[in-house]
DNA sequence: CTGAAAGCGCTTACAG
DNA sequence: CTGAAAGCGCTTACAG
């Protein structure tokens, strides 16, 4: 059988009291006794439970991670970066891919909450506010990737403004003037920050955005290859095109391949995120890389850092920056265009 | 403070073994009484802990998923899979991102044997048969996507070798004969085994696959390219190559493209997974699909299927079928060659 | 510096 | 049909 505290206790001849201090580094214990105590576990392989630990209120040392799908690279990626944090700090992680489907955040919130994890990282939609502020009652929370509306919880996100800023940028630099736009809904902090910085760029050297050439879609690919075909139709059609995430600009590019028009030479597709995705298309991808370690890292150690202290109303709010990574998606504009 | 099953005990007016029958629907309680405990705990928003009840020798319902990267899309899409069947059984899943290193798989399992989770499904590298050894007495296994060497445990694997078949067959349909390979270490069933089934194949057909047109790589996109690369030089290059997973593909479509060969013109590829990256190069890559929700959804289920009895000595082993998808990277071999 | 005892929130024989 | 009590494996005042 597995040895248990008392196990190691009898072999040592002391009281299960001095194991429990010794393993936690706790209160007085001569050097002699600590360094037999040490001994008799590795010889026994004693491994402390941390079921029972958790049990007398200290920490389970796992962390939930909500997302839409671990399934699409940018979460897996972001997953990987809150896998590698937490580990390091001595946490695992729970993952819970949402679909962004009430049905399932409710049902993942209860067994977190039954298996009284220590935190959760919320990059999924989250029901509504009271939702929200229900959990933030049992556990601490950090928003990740995203805004999370109606309460004020602790979040780390990238600089989707400054983000679309640079797209534009990127975009007027080559000589672009006819610009588009395919994003995710704008009820996404993430996408409507995004669009927003966009057109902001824009109109500082006096370039406007139509509102023809402003599409909302899914979040699939074969949506934004839809949004995108309808878009490239018709005489005035734009010669570069930015779109919120990875997947959108895959169907970007299909949807221009279809139509007979080439990347970048006749069309200009700058994307975001910068997965794996925007590596492997051809051409690559010149995107908008969200720091995908950083805001996982950051996420775990705001939660962590709530662990020491009460709820503070005080939140914080970080914004990583983005980086704009040319590839070979976009290029000068047509002189004649 | 959060209700306890006391709480609901005392508002009941019964015996907090009661209300715990009532909740596991075990011995025989009073529908009357069961109605009211349960409406007590509904009014209390009693959530059982597992914590205590695990400590009483039930489930932890969590369960570890150890993989070398859930970054790669491939073991997104399985994870996706584990958590969705995990899910629906009442399990939650672990995910341990080992890279394949020693050091990481040991902490992991070692983390994973604190928290007394129900079992684990490995699907990388696992340091020694030892360890493996070591590890099956204290929780049950299953491996995933690959074979684990030197000891026996329930398996679920893609048929990799049948899948090595049909690339083969694909291309031979297609009329080519000079074929070249790219995997990943022999030491990997998994690609030993669809190298073996496509060399296989071939010979059938009185087809030889060249000592120089097999090639062992790291599992690396610019792995793959550089390896390619090389094979792609020189006028007996191969008309059609097979790459074992779809990121060396995607290196071959890289490197072709840099040699100056059209896909599938004048180089077919065949790729093997069918994850979301076959889907997004140009040309789309025709792939072997790997099954990679009933992978996930097999592994789980052979995992609690062990929970009810003893570590039989008989091991089960499920090879799901693979499937063709023909996408645009394949093409007749042209007749002058 | 060390230990006896209570407690964390459950489950499970066992007795009635 | 129901409950008292022991036990799961720890931690933490408290007393010495």
């Known amino acids: 059988m597995k040895a248990t505290i008392y196990d190691v206790a009898r072999e040592a001849g002391v009281s299960i009291a001095t194991v429990s201090k010794v393993i ?23 491994q402390p439970s941390v079921i029972a630990s958790a049990l007398t209120g200290k920490h389970t040392y796992t962390l939930g991670l909500l997302i839409p799908d671990i399934a699409n690279p940018f979460y897996g990626e972001v997953a990987r970066a809150v896998e ?16 962004n489907r009430d049905e ?27 939702t929200l502020r229900e959990l933030s009652e049992s556990m601490p929370i950090v928003a990740i990737g995203r805004e999370l509306p109606d309460f004020p919880v602790h979040t ?25 736009v395919l994003c995710e809904s704008i009820s996404l902090s993430s996408s409507r920050d995004r669009l927003m910085g966009f057109k902001e760029r824009l109109e500082e050297s006096g370039v406007i955005l139509a509102e023809r050439h402003m599409k909302h879609c899914k979040h ?14 018709g005489s005035d059609r734009p010669t570069a095109i930015f779109c919120c995430n990875d997947l959108l600009a895959v169907g970007a590019l299909q949807a221009a391949k279809e ?3 080439r990347v970048p030479s006749e069309l200009s597709v700058v994307s975001f995120d910068n997965t794996i995705l925007a590596s492997v298309t051809d051409p690559p991808l010149t995107s908008i890389a969200q720091p995908m370690e950083q805001l996982g890292a950051a996420a775990v150690d ?11 109303a005080h939140k914080r709010r970080i914004a990583l920056r983005t980086e704009l990574m040319v590839r070979a998606s976009t290029a000068r504009a047509k002189l004649d265009e």
């Open 156 to 180: 780390v996100v990238a600089d989707d403004w400054q983000g679309g800023r640079s797209a534009a940028e990127h975009l007027l630099l080559l000589g672009h003037r006819r610009m588009a």
């Open 84 to 99: 590698d944090r937490g580990h390091q700090l001595g946490y695992s992680v729970i993952i819970c891919s949402t679909d």
């Open 302 to 312: 705001l939660l962590l850092e709530q662990f020491g202290q009460e709820a503070s």
């Open 104 to 130: 399932r955040i409710e049902q993942y919130i209860s067994v977190l909450k039954q298996k009284r994890i220590d935190g959760i990282m919320v990059g999924t939609g989250l029901g509504n506010a009271d």
């Open 24 to 46: 936690n580094a706790k209160g007085k214990i001569s050097q002699e006794r600590r360094r037999e105590v040490f001994a008799i576990m590795e010889r026994l392989h004693y």
């Open 259 to 261: 139509a007979g028009l």
């Open 220 to 233: 699939r690919m074969e949506d934004g290859k839809r949004e995108a075909a309808r878009m490239l139709k």
